[in-house]
């Protein structure tokens, strides 16, 4: 079992917080000479697999790494730009590390808003006033669950969708949130969450529900 991510998205639809638990993307990791017998393209801002599947690799693949060092965008984390790197003869035999390519920090803004934005039609669908808007919505990879409290702060929980415990963990967040920002005398309402204390006992009720599948008294 797993828990993917958490988003915590303020009353206007901002995305104030977003953790990523674990990532089961599919990737495949290859030693290649040169030439490449891929044709990799720059595609918004991220190096893809333009043409050449094999081994794993498809189209639509970005690189993730390169000699075990991650890359971010079109860059290395040292700061080399990947397709020049590759185009180099000297830098071979490479290691390359290919999967789906992660979601940056503006694609998970835009994300937390289009869900706020669900989550009102949902609510205005319903046939009785009152509806408490989408609380799960399920594909076959994965459930996102859905709780909104009584100020109109949404925790959004991305998981297996053989988790157990969701519930117990939305409910979780939401004590620790209050707890570890709220009380934060230097947190401001609506503001993104930068607090250490809150990272570190989300990241451990995390944990304990992926183990547990649930909380039990006390926890």
């Known amino acids: 079992m797993a828990i993917f991510s958490v988003y915590v998205v303020n009353k206007a639809g ?5 953790l990523d638990s674990y990532a089961p993307r ?9 030439p ?6 720059l595609h918004d801002e991220r190096v893809l697999v333009a043409f ?3 081994d794993g690799i498809r189209v639509g693949h ?9 890359v971010n965008g079109k860059y290395t984390s040292d700061g080399k730009e990947v397709l020049e790197y590759l185009g180099n003869p000297a830098n071979f035999p490479v290691s390359i590390r290919f999967g789906r390519p992660r979601l940056t920090s ?3 803004l835009m994300l937390a808003s289009m869900f706020h934005s669900l989550f009102a039609i949902g609510s205005q669908l319903s046939p009785e006033q009152g509806s408490s808007g989408i609380e799960m919505l399920e594909t076959d990879t994965f459930k996102l669950h ?8 949404k925790f959004v929980v991305l998981a297996d969708p053989r988790q157990a415990g969701i519930d117990s963990l939305l409910r979780k967040i939401y004590e620790i949130y209050s707890d570890y920002a709220l009380k934060n005398p230097f947190y401001s309402l609506e503001m993104p969450i930068r607090c250490e204390l809150f990272d570190q006992n989300l990241r451990l009720a995390l944990e304990v529900a992926e183990k547990a599948g649930t909380f039990g008294p006390g926890s």
């Open 52 to 54: 050449g599947q094999r």
């Open 106 to 108: 503006n694609e998970k």
């Open 14 to 18: 901002g995305l104030i917080y977003q």
């Open 36 to 41: 490449l017998d891929l044709l990799l393209k």
């Open 62 to 70: 970005a690189v993730l790494a390169i000699n075990g060092m991650d």
């Open 26 to 34: 599919a990737e495949a990791e290859k030693t290649f000479s040169y």
């Open 146 to 153: 859905c709780f909104q409290t009584l100020t109109g702060i």
